[in-house]
């Protein structure tokens, strides 16, 4: 009987704990449109018009209490852009893939039980960046912001994240020109509580 009723506490103790969710696992896609943002003093024939991206996303959410939390996790986009330039008077375009790998480390604050902001900086990789690369490597540190809305079904969460990201505030390789690249999309994703 003692055995029992040590067994039902545990289960007990078990499910309350798995009913007070801290933590939170998305999985994410996005879609962006994009642009380098190039400083005043570049003067030339050449220019960049973003075309779009895409990126996928592994996030991590840990709840510190109702309302305020801490993400992270890892996010993986391809950006493309045209480069135009006009080196004999005749116009020239090439197109660039800016790959990256970012680290965010953002706080999550929710309200109004279906919204939340999102913010904080991004430790940002560029992978496969060619010295012949017209477009300066975006690795950085980076700084994103988001507003969005979720819905929880059970430990089910779905969740939309409109956002906006600057790469390369603070670029890991000094750079003659300071050219960074952001991006404006929006993310959506399915999580899981535990």
């Avoid at 380098?36 to 959410?61: P, T």
């Avoid at 496969?128 to 059970?154: C, E, R």
Wanted: glycine share 10%; with cysteine; net charge positive.
């Amino acid at each position: 009987m003692k055995l029992l009723l040590l067994f039902l506490f545990c289960i007990l103790a078990y499910a309350n704990s798995l009913a007070q969710s801290k933590s939170e696992v998305f999985l994410m896609y996005g879609y962006a449109g994009n642009d380098i943002l190039m400083n005043e003093d570049v003067l030339g024939d050449m220019g960049y018009h973003g075309k779009a991206g895409n990126m996928y996303e592994l996030s991590y959410i840990r709840f510190l209490n109702r309302n305020l939390a801490i993400e992270t996790g890892v996010n993986y986009s391809e950006n493309e852009v045209r480069m135009t330039y006009f080196p004999t008077g005749v116009l020239h375009s090439e197109n660039i893939r800016i790959k990256m790998i970012s680290i965010p480390v953002w706080a999550n604050f929710s309200f109004l039980k279906y919204w939340f902001i999102n913010a904080g900086p991004l430790v940002d990789f560029e992978i496969k960046h060619s010295p012949s690369q017209s477009t300066q490597d975006q690795s950085g540190i980076g700084l994103g912001i988001g507003v969005g809305a979720k819905y929880k079904l059970g430990r089910i969460t779905f969740k939309i994240n409109p956002f906006i990201q600057e790469h390369a505030v603070v670029p890991f390789l000094k750079k003659q020109f300071n050219e960074k690249l952001i991006e404006n999309g929006v993310k959506i994703g399915i999580g899981y509580s535990f």
